[in-house]
C-alpha cells in the first residue's frame, strides 16, 4: 500500500474542516496528499447526511470503488461523518460494501491514526463509531486549505432540535471550547501567515466557554473581541447563527470591532410564522424580520445571507407565499435553498402532509427567481465602488476555462470583500494572500467584476 491519501468531503464547513484535520494526522505519520482518489494508498469519504442526496452521492461514489477493490488494488478504504453515526447507515454498508475497512463517527476522528495502524497491522475491519462526544480534543493538526485563511472550531454539536435537522444527532449535544485554546490556534494560525479565521459552530451564538483561569464563561462576543486583539488577523468572520441567540451585544461588535466582517449568515429556513413553528425554530416572521431592521439601523453596510427549505410538511400556498413576502422584504445578498428532504428519526419525519415533489420544485424555482433578483439588485450596487479585497487565488472560471487569459503579464484572480462578495479581477501571482484595494466595475447575479486601483 502506497503512503499516499486521498480525501473526498460532502456536506458542510465543518465537514471541510474535519477533512483537514484527518490530511493534518495523516501528514504527520508520513503520508502525502494524493491528486487522484484512484493512486491513493488511503481512501477517505467524509459524508453528510442533512439532506437525501447527500446520502445518494455517497452510495454513488463508494460504488465507483468496488471495482478497485475487486481487481486487488491494495488500498484502505476507510468512511466517516455524520452519515456514520446513523445505525441504519452502518448496516447498509456492511451489507452491500463489506469490503470497506474502516468505518468511524464525528466524535473520534482524533483515533483516526490508531485505526489506520490496526488495521493494517492485524489485517481486519474496523467500526469505531462514538455515540456522544466525550473532552473535546485539542491540539489536532490540520492542513489548510488556503494559506492566508482557516476555519476554527469553537464549538461542537446542536441543542436546538429544529425539527426537519438530523445534526442534533449526528453531531451530539452542544460543547464550547476555552477561548484561551481558541486564542492560542489562533495565534499559531497568524504566525503561520493567515489574515482571516472563520468561527464555526451550528449556533455560534450560543456559544459559553470556560475561561481557564476559572473566572466566568466568555459569551460569543466576549470570544470576538478576544481574537481581535490577536495580532496578524485582519478579519474575523463566523458561522452560523441562530436568530433566537443573535444579541445586542453582537450587533454592537459589527460596529465597534472592525476586525469583525460586515456579513451575517442568518438562516430564515421559512416565511410563514406556522411553518416556522413546527420546525420548532422558536422565532416568528415578524420577529425575524423586526431583527433585520435593527441589524441594517445599526450595520447599514451589512450583507445577509440565508438558507430556505422549500416544501417543508404542510407548506401550504400561503405558507409559501410568506417566504416570498420575507424575501422581497429582506432583499438578501445571497440564499441557499433546498427542497425539504425526509430525514429517519427526526420528528418531521413522521408529520402528515409531506408535499409532492412536483410542487416542491414549483416553488423551489419560484424562490430562486426572487432570491436571484435581489442578489443582483444588492451586487449592483457595487459598482463604482473600491473595495478592499483578501485575494484567495487564480479565478476558478479561468482555472475552468471559462473566461479567456488576460493581457500578458497578468492573470485573472479572485478574492472576497469584508462582505464577503466574491470579486474577480486581473492581477499578478504576487497579490495572492494579501489585500488589494479594487475597483468594481460590473456585477453579476453571483459575483463582482473589478481593476485593481492604481
Ligand atoms: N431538508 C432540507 N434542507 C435541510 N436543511 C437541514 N435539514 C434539512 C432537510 N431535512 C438545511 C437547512 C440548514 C442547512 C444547512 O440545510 O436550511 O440550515
Ligand atoms: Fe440543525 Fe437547527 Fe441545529 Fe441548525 S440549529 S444544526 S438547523 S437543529
Known sequence: ???????????????????????????????????????????????CSVRENADKRFFGTLGQLKRRKEEGDDFLMCVCGCMMQQQHIIDTIKQKYPWVDIIFGTHNIH???????????????????????GEIIEGLPSKRLYKHKSYVNIMYGCNNFCTYCIVPYTRGRERSRKPEEIVREIEALSADGVKEVMLLG??????????EDGSGIADFTDLIYMVSEIEG?????????????????????????????KSLHLPVQAGSSDVLKRMNRKYTKEEYLALVEKLRAAVPEISLTTDIIVGFPGETEEDFAETIDLCRKVKYDSAFTFLYSIRKGTPAEKYEDQIPEEIK?????????????????KNAAYVGRTERVLVEGVSKREQAGKIEKPQPG??????????FKLVNFAGTKDMIGNFADVEITSSNTFSLVGRIKK
Not at 11 to 25: K, L, R
Not at 111 to 133: C, H, R, S, Y
Not at 362 to 377: D, K, M, Q, T, Y
Request: net charge negative.
Open 410 to 419: 497578468l492573470i485573472n484572480l479572485s478574492g472576497r470583500t469584508d462582505t
Open 233 to 261: 488577523i485582519e478579519r474575523i468572520r463566523f458561522m452560523t447563527s441562530h436568530p433566537k441567540d443573535l444579541s445586542d451585544k453582537l450587533i454592537e461588535a459589527f460596529k465597534n470591532c472592525s476586525k469583525l466582517c
Open 202 to 211: 451550528q449556533n455560534v451564538n450560543s456559544y459559553k466557554g470556560e475561561h
Open 1 to 47: 500500500m502506497n503512503k499516499s491519501y486521498h480525501i473526498t468531503t460532502f456536506g458542510c464547513q465543518m465537514n471541510e474542516h474535519d477533512s483537514e484535520v484527518i490530511a493534518g494526522m495523516l501528514s504527520e505519520l508520513g503520508y502525502e496528499e494524493s491528486k487522484e482518489r484512484k493512486d491513493a494508498g488511503i481512501v477517505i469519504i467524509n459524508t
Open 361 to 377: 420544485h414549483r416553488r423551489f424555482n419560484e424562490l430562486v427567481e426572487v432570491i436571484n433578483a435581489g442578489s443582483a439588485e
Open 111 to 133: 483515533e483516526f491514526p490508531k485505526l489506520v495502524e490496526n488495521v493494517i497491522a492485524e489485517k481486519k475491519k474496523i467500526t469505531d463509531v462514538w455515540e456522544d462526544g
